[in-house]
């Protein structure tokens, strides 16, 4: 098995806005594309730029300050991405995020996708955090959004690293599936079985199928280490057979 370099990077995200005349009707943007060639390095940056940011508060009739700031993680060949947030604080709560919030893409096959027609993974303002991402393919991307009235310290703070794949292909690829595999006793004794994206939140519409397939005279014994899955009532929308 080929050896792979596991980069680990920290990024601050503060939000500091406000707005004036002359620049409320404008979406300002702050792109940012993290590439697993990148060297090792800490980043610090605010969203808004510099010469953006004035003194004194917004008044209250001012329309919305519009920022749009789109964060792109691409991991190298063989690696997955994974974002994990030490703090997170963005105006509004989770019953509405109408004012400032993330959006969650981790299931991108690749750049040129179009966000609009990608399943969104998650949007999230207020104070709680999202749980542990991991990307099903390389890339991940994260949109941020803020209409904020007044200058305020609102952000987060995330680590992202990059992991090896091999973590999420317990066997066999079956032919023209995601994450369906045959595992054969003859290949392997004994291993660890993980949903697409363990620990993070698994993908919507999701069929996975794991085949252990033992030589004769062999039994399979499974336990379940961790094990959580939605619950939807009388009708089951995720479930284990």
Avoid at 17 to 34: E, G, I, L, P
Avoid at 125 to 148: D, E, F, Q, T, Y
Avoid at 217 to 228: A, K
């Amino acid at each position: 098995m080929p050896s792979l370099s596991i980069w680990f990077w920290v990024f601050s995200i503060p939000i500091v806005v406000n707005t004036t005349s002359d620049t409320r009707k404008t979406v300002f943007q702050c792109d940012q594309t993290f590439n697993a060639s990148e060297p090792f390095r800490r980043i610090e940056f605010p969203v808004v730029p510099r010469h953006l940011i004035r003194e004194g508060n917004a008044s209250s009739n001012e329309q919305p300050y519009n920022l749009q700031c789109l964060y792109t993680f691409v991991a190298g060949p063989g690696q997955r991405v994974k974002l994990e947030f030490d703090h997170f604080l963005l105006a509004g709560s989770s019953e509405s995020c109408d004012i400032e919030y993330i959006d969650i893409y981790s299931e991108i096959e690749s750049l040129d996708d179009d966000l609009l027609d990608s399943a969104l993974g998650g949007r999230y303002c207020g104070s709680v955090a999202p749980h542990v991402r991991i990307s099903l393919h390389r890339i991940m991307k994260i949109v941020l959004h803020s209409r904020a009235l007044q200058r305020h310290d609102y952000g987060f703070t995330a680590r992202y690293s990059y992991i090896p794949e091999d973590d999420f292909v317990p066997g066999e690829a079956l032919p023209g599936t995601k994450c369906s595999y045959i595992l054969y006793s003859s290949s392997q004794q004994s291993g660890a079985i993980f949903s697409p994206t363990y620990p993070g939140t698994y993908p919507h519409n999701m069929h996975c199928s794991y085949l252990l397939r033992g030589s004769s005279g062999e039994r399979i014994r499974l336990s379940f280490r961790d094990f959580d899955i939605f619950f939807g009532g009388e009708q089951l929308r995720d479930f284990t057979i």
